[in-house]
């Protein structure tokens, strides 16, 4: 016998590369097939098949992982209490954009709490073992540890939202300048002039450029006065929040929340004082979640795209690990209409567009 097959026999076990050129196909096309993936045509998998069967390769998944010195695991770390992370529906949409971009992978995904300082000591042992390729951080403050741990750990990290404008890992966030500044333009095409906002909280960069996007839509529009009021994120942190403001500012007509979380809680003080919306207030949330659809009346939001943030973080992560991650993986390039930086250390932060949904409440 002559040729590759000679050759691959000679060699001992055949490889997924060998599968591959007598296949005709890229590697991670061989990956697909061999674990199912329906993103084939029929005649390239039939073609695959063909050279597994002649050079009678069998994957080992375990075996070539631990030869690599591999964990075929990632972590997505969320350095919240699980109560948030469970009455949130941010994080349950980046949690199914993610568990959806590794679907075709051989990829394991473990979600990690590590909202308390016990959880981050547990969670600085186990990273120090090296049981994970790499790392997602998702609602990362800015004066958490644990993105300065990564980085002394040499991890391959990628986190949701950065910390600042000068962030030194790889990034995904939405545009949350331009979302804000759009809702508020929203307001004031519809005649309100005291217009408050709910924050988050603003150790949250994203909360930060939200305000930044609130200001200066009012200053462009020649409204100088700043109703601002700081929430958490939470329902409560909503009600507590309008309650304030409206102790304050009776007469403001109009309030963009800084997540419809917030506008939920506010929703509930201003119909408690006798307001209706959107007749005397105007309300305006943020993420346009499921709550912002179901709400009495259906809410008017900014839509940022959290599934495709999630499935954008693990293209990122892909890029910073470097090579194949079993069955083709996730392609590493830029998600359709988003905009790509790169900063220190040739790290990508990628920002995707967000997009005002107008509903009844506003």
């Known amino acids: 016998m002559t040729g590759q097959g000679a050759r691959s026999r000679s060699a001992g076990r055949p490889t997924l590369e060998e599968v591959a050129a007598r296949a005709g196909v890229g590697r991670g096309t061989v990956s697909r097939v061999i674990n199912g993936s329906p993103r084939v045509s029929d005649s390239t998998r039939a073609a695959v098949e063909a050279a597994v069967a002649e050079l009678g390769y069998v994957p080992n998944t375990a075996a070539r992982a631990l030869a690599a010195n591999r964990t075929d695991a990632i972590a997505l770390v969320v350095p919240e209490p699980e109560t948030r992370f469970f009455a949130e529906p941010y994080f349950s949409d980046m949690l199914r954009g993610v568990g959806s971009e590794l679907a075709d992978t051989e990829m394991q995904l473990l979600l990690i709490f590590a909202g308390s300082d016990r959880e981050r000591q547990r969670l600085a042992q186990y990273l120090a073992a090296h049981r994970v390729e790499g790392v997602l951080l998702v609602s990362v403050h800015a004066d958490d540890p644990l993105p ?215």
């Open 148 to 362: 300065d741990l990564l980085a002394a750990l040499d991890i391959p990290a990628v986190i949701s939202g950065p910390r600042s404008a000068e962030e030194t890992l790889a990034s995904v966030d939405s545009d949350n300048y331009g979302g804000a500044r759009s809702a508020v333009e929203h307001l004031l095409s519809r005649g309100r002039r005291r217009i408050a906002h709910i924050t988050g909280r603003l150790d949250v960069y994203g909360a930060q450029r939200r305000v930044d996007g609130y200001r200066d839509a009012l200053e462009a529009a020649g409204v100088r006065e700043l109703l601002l009021e700081q929430g958490d994120f939470t329902e409560e942190g909503g009600r507590r929040a309008m309650s304030a403001l409206l102790s304050r500012h009776p007469d403001l007509d109009a309030v963009f929340a800084g997540s419809d979380v917030m506008a939920a809680g506010a929703r509930q003080v201003l119909r408690e004082a006798g307001l209706r919306i959107p007749a005397d207030v105007a309300l305006v949330g943020y993420d346009d979640s499921a709550i912002a659809r179901h709400m009495e009346p259906p809410l008017t939001s900014v839509r940022q795209p959290i599934e495709s943030m999630g499935r954008a973080m693990i293209g990122l992560l892909q890029a910073e690990i470097g090579g194949e991650w079993g069955a083709g993986g996730p392609g590493g390039g830029p998600t359709s209409g988003s905009v790509v930086a790169v900063g220190a250390g040739g790290h990508r932060h990628e920002v995707l567009r967000t997009e005002l949904v107008v509903r009844e409440s506003s």
